[in-house]
């Protein structure tokens, strides 16, 4: 009897592993994004929850957003593209999707709505939707400086702080780009935030962003990566340093650098997925995107990075950080007491106008 | 008298030959036709032992820069993307905005672009290689192309009132310009130049002329850079060079052990030594040398760059120098001082220009390698200490500006061919000896 039971149960149980194994032969997707801490926060928020779902997937990450737009590129033109979805930048992708190297996205049918009911192409915080383009999370580039560099009574408090190397001696430690910096320079010296690119967009704004850097231009540290930003601080190299908001909050409450975030002017950008054109997985791509954009989702990664979500409805899903038990709400850069002065980055502008004001800007920084 | 009849023997073997009269070897061929089939072997074997390398190098060497330099002239996009336009371009003068036949070749043109399939439209790259020309000449295509499906006649005003751009000559003046399959435009650019509304090369503006005083410095810093390679290693060479072989070895790989560093760690140590809260500066400050608002500034300007790459590329130098030294008989330098000569001009006149051999490999390995490093400039250099390979390695993953990327890249290498053909030419690349 029990034997006759076991064969039963055997043939059962391999006439399912037979007919699973039909329907679902096993798949990697292979995704590109930016290594880290960021990785590690979509690896736990995003692949594992999908992956669980979906048993025959496994997700492979790749570190190359860094140079995902060259790869992309090189892919595309060797007719060859092994990557299924990307972690970029709006300005980057704006230029893969001309060169019609991505996917173009239809927002409401292919993502999810919110819980109640809102289509995507609304719940998305306003103008981060890309014609190619799916955000992720909303991060800014902040100042951030060494209290024990300054005195008690007269810790810095905003960007103009940054220019005035009388009250507020020490080294900078800026990104060696012309993006945040011009921005800044003009912020400092009296535009309004509103009106910053259209100042920036004539000759004289241009002018005028670089005769204020030229005030600071001496004490100035240039970094590249972006770890490097923290590490100077860290090591007492400089007293202020521009970072990202996710590494400077790992640096401070994780690390344990003694340091301080100046929300004033942060710059507010948005990072997300692009689907790479006739990927090798295209079907199981949307199927993961759907998943892993969708309200609940996006809220869950900001439990293990200080990014905030960029759809509308997950900001009040945002809870504490997984490992910390910090609350996580304050330290979003869309939190509102962060958000009283933003800068949003102009992309448009930025890839219409990048390619002059970056050569004016090494120029600049080889005088 | 044996010995010799043997060789007489021999001799009438080696000089056989057939009933005409020709020479042959012992089995009867011809001896003419057995060398050649003997050299022919040969020169399959060379070739087959040859042949992996060499495909290896044409598929990953040649073919790929022949390809980079093929992409600094390569000039598809404003071609393939508006032909009817380029052609009622050409009664244009040159001059003001053109007239509405050029309007509605370029509707037309946008019309049919907009019906391929998204891979083959070809308005995206026509927007991004105006925007090389023209700052926002991008979002003038990119705009435009949404709404012209709306367009109405006439379509010169809507164009204009589309976007700005569309009403200023400059815009035509560079479609007209750089409507051809090949341009220069890229190499114009790279040496800081650009073309004015008359179509003549001039230099740009001074506020955005990068490229030639990065060329200028890439060079002085790898120049420096040999230079204190060979002021640190020629010591240590000459050193090791004297030592018996075991404890020669051992030093060897205290001079070798930077190879074995990953190039990342070892820049992090570089960057923990040099910085002003550093090890060094720290030390002075503690030995009371220097005050401690007098801090060195070690990093992050052409210093680090030079001291970092002068360590990375010191056994470089060093091993040609070794290896060459090592073949000098030290009885050269005694027999020197045996007539007569001071130590220093034995040294000044037979030691030395032995070494030049080796001095000369040092020199081009280390030359040629630091002037196309990045990764070390870009981490220590800061703004001052960065070199022409940044800005390749910038437009190749950033702007994806690929044939500005690729002149600068010819320009490089022709330039590095240039100087190797001056040391040729100056010192003969014979003598140099690697090892």
Not at chain 1, 266 to 280: I, K, L, R
Not at chain 1, 335 to 347: K, Q, R
Not at chain 2, 225 to 243: C, K, V
Request: hydrophobic share 45%.
């Amino acid at each position: 009897m029990s034997s006759k039971l076991k064969l039963i149960g055997l043939s059962s149980a391999v006439s399912v592993l037979a007919l699973s194994a039909a329907a679902q032969d096993p798949v990697s997707l292979t995704i590109v994004s930016w290594g880290g801490a960021y990785t590690a926060s979509q690896q736990r928020a995003y692949h594992e929850p999908f992956m669980e779902a979906n048993p025959h997937v496994t997700i492979i990450n790749d570190d190359g957003s860094a140079n995902a737009l060259a790869s992309l590129r090189a892919q595309a033109q060797a007719g060859n593209v092994t990557w299924d979805l990307v972690d970029m930048l709006p300005s980057d992708a704006q230029l893969a999707c001309d060169e019609g190297i991505i996917l173009q996205i239809d927002h409401d049918a292919m993502l999810a709505a919110a819980p109640d009911g809102t289509p995507a192409s609304e719940d998305f915080l306003p103008g981060s939707l890309g014609e190619c383009f799916i955000p992720q999370i909303v991060y800014s580039t902040v100042l951030t400086y060494r209290p024990g560099a300054f005195p008690d009574d007269a810790q810095p408090s905003s960007i103009a702080d940054l220019f005035d190397v009388e009250n507020f001696p020490g080294r900078r430690a800026l990104q060696d780009r012309p993006g945040t910096n011009l921005e800044w320079a003009l912020y400092a010296d009296g535009v309004d935030p509103e009106d910053i690119y259209e100042v920036l967009s004539t000759p004289e704004g241009v002018d005028r962003a670089f005769a204020k850097l030229d005030t600071i231009k001496d004490h100035i540290i240039f970094w590249t990566e972006g770890a490097q930003a923290p590490q100077l601080l860290a090591d007492g190299e400089v007293a202020f340093a521009t970072g990202y908001n996710g590494r400077m909050f790992d640096a401070i409450e994780v690390e344990g650098m003694d340091a301080d975030i100046i929300w004033d002017g942060q710059v507010v950008e948005w990072d997300g997925w692009v689907v790479p054109a006739d990927g090798p997985n295209e079907e199981l791509v949307m199927e993961y995107l759907y998943f892993a954009t969708d309200t609940q989702r996006l809220a869950d990664q900001a439990k293990f990075i200080s990014y905030g979500p960029a759809r509308a409805s997950s900001a009040g899903l945002v809870g504490e950080h997984a490992d910390l038990g910090i609350d996580m709400a304050p330290h979003m850069p869309t939190a509102p007491e962060n958000y009283f002065a933003p800068i949003v980055l102009d992309n448009d502008f930025w890839v219409d106008y990048g390619d002059e004001l970056r050569e004016r800007f090494a120029n600049w920084m080889l005088q | 008298m044996a010995i010799q009849s043997a060789t007489s023997e021999e001799g009438a073997i080696g000089t056989a030959t057939d009933s005409r009269g020709r020479l042959v070897t012992s089995d009867g061929t011809p001896l003419r036709r057995a060398l050649e089939r003997a050299n022919r072997r040969r020169k399959l074997t060379a070739l087959a032992l040859v042949a992996p390398l060499l495909a290896f190098i044409l598929i990953f060497f040649a073919f790929p820069i022949a390809q980079m330099m093929w992409r600094s002239v390569d000039n598809p996009q404003i071609v393939n993307a508006l032909p009817r336009t380029l052609v009622a371009l050409e009664d244009w003068d040159g001059q003001g905005v053109p007239d509405e036949p050029v309007f509605a070749a370029l509707h037309a043109d946008m019309m049919e672009d907009l019906d391929r399939p998204r891979r083959e439209q070809a308005i995206g790259p026509l927007g991004i290689r105006l925007n090389y020309e023209l700052s926002a000449a991008r979002s003038a295509i990119s705009r435009t192309a949404r709404s012209v499906p709306n367009f109405e006649e006439p379509y010169r005003d809507a164009f204009t009132d589309a976007h700005r751009l569309w009403g200023q000559p400059e815009l035509w003046q560079i479609i007209k310009r750089e409507g051809r399959p090949l341009t220069l435009s890229y190499y114009v650019a790279a040496l800081d130049r650009e073309y004015d509304a008359d179509g003549n090369i001039v230099k740009r503006p001074e506020n955005r002329q990068i490229y030639v005083s990065l060329f200028g410095r890439t060079l002085a810093l790898s120049v420096a850079i040999t230079f204190m390679t060979f002021i640190l290693g020629f010591p240590i060479a000459y050193y090791l060079s004297t030592l018996p072989m075991r404890y020669a070895n051992l030093l060897m790989i205290a001079v070798l052990l930077p190879f074995w560093t990953s190039l990342l760690v070892r820049t992090s140590a570089w960057i923990v030594l040099l910085q002003q809260q550093g090890v060094i500066n720290n030390a002075l400050v503690g030995m009371g040398f220097i005050g401690d608002d007098g801090r060195f500034s070690l990093i992050y300007n052409q210093t680090g760059t030079i001291i970092a790459m002068t360590h990375i590329l010191l056994p470089f130098m060093v091993l040609p120098l070794y290896s060459v030294m090592r073949t000098i008989p030290p009885s050269y330098m005694r027999a020197a001082k045996s007539l007569g000569a001071r130590p220093w001009t034995a040294f000044r006149r037979v030691y030395f220009p032995q070494t030049l051999p080796g001095i000369g490999a040092g020199g081009v390995l280390v030359f040629i390698i630091s002037i196309g490093y990045y990764i070390t400039p870009a981490l220590v250099g800061g703004q001052s200490g960065r070199m022409i390979s940044n800005e390749i390695a910038r437009h190749i993953q950033q702007s994806l500006n690929w044939g500005l990327a690729a002149a600068l890249g010819t320009m490089l290498l022709v330039g590095v061919l240039v100087l190797y053909w001056l040391y040729n030419r100056l010192v003969g690349a014979d003598s140099l000896k690697l090892g």
